[in-house]
T-cell receptor
């Protein structure tokens, strides 16, 4: 089935550790995105990429890093520099362009313990 | 950046009731989408609606781009309609409102 797969679904991290969230899509979309969602709030854009080997910072990129080595994959690393990383992380993809629907994965819950 | 405001923040409905959710945005946009987030966190596209009116079953949406608002109508609500409804607008990036939490009681 076509779609976006995020893993792991649940992740616990100790303070000071980096963690990488996986996002894979088989929709043949050029654009991929990472969003963060905190309880009771909307989604905030962390990073996005419109083409392989290129990505742009979103509104809250500090403490995060990404790579886009393959069209299908857009992993997000939450670094130890992110001061409040506990949140729900959503990956999404779309065809490039303003007039296209964006599709989301099922999300990853990250808890810092 | 563009501001997206959704109202009401919370809505409690009895099964079978109708309701209207509103999304206001502060600048002209290229497109607007409505999403439903289920209790497990999954976001599902409901409508891509930069202007005009669309219907999908018991849901319909209307966007009046010149007046910078969109409305989502839920008719004959069911318990499965519970969740959070988000509006998102695109000018150079997709910006989300804070959502409307809908609870439908049997």
């Amino acid at each position: 089935d076509g779609g976006i797969t995020q893993s792991p679904k649940y992740l616990f991290r100790k303070e000071g550790q980096n963690v990488t969230l996986s996002c894979e899509q088989n929709l043949n979309h050029d654009a991929m995105y990472w969003y963060r969602q905190d309880p009771g709030q909307g989604l905030r854009l962390i990073y996005y990429s419109q083409i392989v080997n290129d990505f742009q910072k979103g509104d809250i990129a500090e403490g995060y890093s990404v790579s886009r080595e393959k069209k299908e994959s857009f992993p997000l690393t939450v670094t130890s520099a992110q001061k409040n990383p506990t949140a729900f992380y959503l990956c999404a993809s779309s065809i490039v362009g303003a007039g296209n629907t964006i599709y989301f994965g099922e999300g990853s819950w990250l808890t810092v313990v | 950046g563009i501001q997206v405001e959704q109202s009401p923040p919370d809505l409690i409905l009895q099964e079978g009731a109708n309701s209207t959710l509103r999304c206001n945005f502060s600048d002209s946009v290229n497109n607007l989408q409505w999403f439903h987030q289920n209790p497990w966190g999954q976001l599902i596209n409901l409508f891509y609606i930069p202007s005009g009116t669309k219907q999908n079953g018991r849901l319909s949406a209307t966007t009046v781009a010149t007046e910078r608002y969109s409305l989502l109508y839920i008719s004959s609500s069911q318990t499965t309609d519970s969740g959070v409804y988000f509006c998102a607008v695109y000018n150079y990036k997709l910006s989300f409102g804070a959502g409307t939490t809908v609870t439908v009681r049997a």
